[in-house]
């Protein structure tokens, strides 16, 4: 027999959709432990009958709670809470942003110059070896403390201001915007683990051989040409992300 979900009503007069406030209250029951995984939901014709919606307003609720991937559904058996999964885990760097952001932060520019690309700048850009390529170098500052060194390569193209428009970053805001701006289709980043190398140890004030993280964004237009490519090196004791998994009994 299900566990009863009939905790609380659907209210008719709230501007949530219904379908939102089923999803809100079996979040809830999984939440507090009311259900647990393994136990079944309640069918279909159950929900339908104890909160008084239409089978296409549980339909909804019950697609939802699968893509929060808090219950699943197996065709015949029924629908039924999932266990926690770590593997579900995704971290978005809006939190990382957030912390970045949270106090006194500046963006120092070290160099800007228009450089001939070599092998793996004209690789990453897909141009020719040899041809220009504008060359940016940041430190990003928290306070006084150096908390990200940054290098880009973007194309060349004498006929928009780049460099102009880049000299004027002077926030962490404006930088991680410039990054998403208009014009730009896709983005690919990635982060990985390194020790820093001797320049970069010497930017942040650290030693040598200090872990830290880099993270490689290259974007493209919307002819799919890569437009820009770089990295941030980040401290490792200024570098955290958080997630969390499972249902929220506040949310």
Not at 13 to 29: C, D, G, H, I, T
Not at 103 to 122: K, N
Not at 140 to 147: I, N, R, S, Y
Request: hydrophobic residues 40%; negative net charge.
């Amino acid at each position: 027999m299900p566990p009863d979900t009939q905790a609380k009503k659907i209210n008719r007069a709230s501007f949530e959709p219904a379908y939102m406030q089923l999803v809100r209250m079996v979040s809830e029951q999984i939440a507090t432990g009311a259900l647990r995984p393994g136990d079944q939901l309640p069918t279909e014709g159950q929900f339908c009958t104890q909160y008084a919606v239409s089978p296409m307003t549980v339909r909804r609720a019950i697609n939802i709670l699968v893509e929060k991937g808090l219950v699943s559904t197996t065709h015949g058996r029924g629908t039924f809470v999932k266990p926690l999964d770590i593997g579900r885990a995704t971290f978005r760097l809006q939190e990382l942003k957030n912390q970045w952001t949270s106090g006194e932060i500046d963006v120092a520019l070290l160099e800007a110059s228009i450089q001939s690309a070599d092998e793996r700048v004209a690789r990453k850009l897909a141009i020719p070896i040899g041809e220009r390529a504008i060359f940016i170098r940041r430190l990003v500052l928290q306070g006084e403390t150096p908390a990200m060194y940054h290098r880009e390569y973007l194309i060349y193209d004498p006929r928009r201001p780049v460099v102009e428009d880049q000299l004027q970053i002077t926030s962490l805001e404006g930088l991680l915007q410039g990054q998403s701006g208009e014009g730009l289709r896709r983005g690919e980043l990635s982060i990985e683990a390194v020790t820093l190398k001797e320049e970069e140890a010497e930017l942040l004030k650290v030693p040598t051989g200090t872990a830290a993280f880099r993270l490689e964004h290259i974007f493209h237009d919307f002819e799919n040409h890569p437009v820009s490519w770089g990295w941030f090196i980040c401290r490792a004791d200024r570098f955290k992300l958080t997630t969390c998994i499972g249902a929220d009994a506040d949310a």
